[in-house]
């Protein structure tokens, strides 16, 4: 059965600070792995996919990576910005569906 | 420019009372999901159309119902809400549902229980 954990549950930082959000999968058997953006009381933003036969995807000052045999995908953001601050989640798909299992998010504030 | 759209953004009901929630797409994918994210936790789902073919997930409490009359649409419907049934429902999309495609959420609807 698929987990996906993600650490730190919450993180603050300065404005301007590099930042490295954490997410693990327990099955590597994944075809690829998504991070959402999600504001308070709002629903899911898309980020980033990566494919499985991917190791890195960018868009503007975010970076995720994905190493799949030690189950880890990391999502960097540059140059943190307080318009940053949300909760950041981390999805792989499950069996034949697509049904995505969640990690439960990292809740990261970002202090002017 | 939306593409998966959810109606309403927010929804009160009274306890007992039915309620359903509405989730519309312009993308004519074909398959539709409604997750349940309660608060602090993960999104979780609840089932999913495959076109017309209805996939119910084996945890689902029976209170949950959904329909797809067409390819655009597709209904939650809470026959009897419990307090416990307050949370964000989010809609999804996929082109064909396959795990290398990705999903497209609707902004959700936040429904809570009087």
């Known amino acids: 059965k698929q987990e996906v954990t993600q650490i730190p549950a919450a993180l603050s930082v300065p404005e301007g600070e590099n930042l490295v959000l954490n997410c693990s999968f327990t099955?590597?058997?994944?075809?690829?792995l998504q991070w959402f953006r999600q504001d308070p009381g709002k629903g899911l933003t898309s980020l980033l996919l990566?494919?499985?036969?991917?190791r890195e995807q960018t868009s503007g000052r975010l970076n995720a990576s994905l190493d799949k045999s030690s189950g880890r995908s990391t999502l960097y953001i540059a140059a943190s910005q307080p318009g940053d601050s949300a909760t950041y989640l981390c999805?792989?798909?499950?069996?034949?569906?697509?049904?995505?299992?969640f990690g439960q998010g990292t809740t990261l504030q970002v202090k002017p | 420019d939306a593409m998966v759209i959810q109606n309403p953004r927010y929804q009160v009901t009274q306890f007992g009372k039915p309620v359903t929630l509405s989730c519309s797409q312009t993308?004519?994918?074909?398959?539709m999901y409604w997750y349940q994210q309660k608060s602090s936790q993960a999104p979780k789902l609840l089932f999913h159309?495959?076109?017309?073919?209805?996939?119910n997930e084996a945890d689902t409490p029976d209170n949950f119902q959904s329909r797809r009359p067409n390819t655009s649409f597709c209904f939650l419907d809470i026959r009897s809400p419990g307090l416990g049934d307050a949370a964000m429902y989010l809609c999804?999309?996929?082109?064909?549902?396959?795990?290398?495609?990705?999903?497209?959420f609707g902004d959700g609807t936040r429904l809570s229980i009087l």
């Open positions: 999804a999309t996929s082109r064909t549902g396959q795990s290398n495609q990705p999903q497209h």
């Open positions: 099955d590597s058997a994944i075809y690829n």
């Open positions: 990566i494919q499985s036969s991917q």
């Open positions: 999805a792989v798909p499950s069996g034949n569906t697509g049904k995505l299992i």
């Open positions: 993308l004519n994918h074909n398959v």
């Open positions: 159309y495959y076109d017309k073919d209805f996939n």
